[in-house]
C-alpha cells in the first residue's frame, strides 16, 4: 500500500518561512495528483496546492504567490515552500494522493493520506 509521511512543521512569527516534505511510498501509478492541504481547528480541510503527472500545479487564492509545490521524483518527495507566512496559515498540514489524471478539490477523493504536520504561525 502507499505510504506518506510529513515533516517539517514547526512554528514560526509572521513573515517567516517553513518547507514541509512528504516522503511517498514506490508506486507502479503513471497517473496521479499529490496534493496539500490543511485544517484549522473548527475549520474544513481545505486543499492549498496541488500538482498532476504532467507538473502541472494549482493552488488556493490564499496562498498564490506564497506557497509553492513540487516534486522530486527520484527522491518520492512532495514538497511545499512556504514564504510570508500569516498567522491565518495556522493549519494542520497533510499530503494527499489520488490516482487520477485530474487534482480533485475535495478531501474524500483523494486515496493516500499522510499524518500530519503542524504548523503554527505567531503575530
Known amino acids: 500500500q502507499v505510504q506518506m509521511v510529513e515533516s517539517g512543521g514547526g512554528s514560526v512569527q509572521s513573515g517567516g518561512s517553513l518547507k514541509l516534505s512528504c516522503v511517498i511510498s514506490?508506486?507502479?501509478?503513471?497517473?496521479?495528483?499529490m496534493a496539500w492541504f490543511r485544517q484549522a481547528p473548527g475549520e474544513e480541510r481545505e486543499r492549498v496546492a496541488a500538482?498532476?503527472?504532467?507538473?502541472?500545479?494549482i493552488y488556493a487564492d490564499s496562498v498564490k504567490g506564497r506557497f509553492t509545490i513540487s516534486q522530486d521524483n527520484a527522491k518520492n518527495t512532495l514538497y511545499l515552500q512556504m514564504n510570508n507566512l500569516k498567522p491565518e496559515d495556522t493549519a494542520m498540514y497533510y499530503c494527499?494522493?489520488?490516482?487520477?489524471?485530474?487534482?480533485?478539490?475535495?478531501?474524500?477523493?483523494?486515496?493516500?493520506w499522510g499524518q500530519g504536520t503542524q504548523v503554527t504561525v505567531s503575530s
Open positions: 494527499a494522493a489520488t490516482w487520477r489524471a485530474q487534482c480533485l478539490l475535495l478531501p474524500n477523493e483523494y486515496i493516500n
Open positions: 514506490e508506486s507502479t501509478s503513471s497517473t496521479y495528483c
Open positions: 500538482i498532476d503527472s504532467n507538473g502541472n500545479t
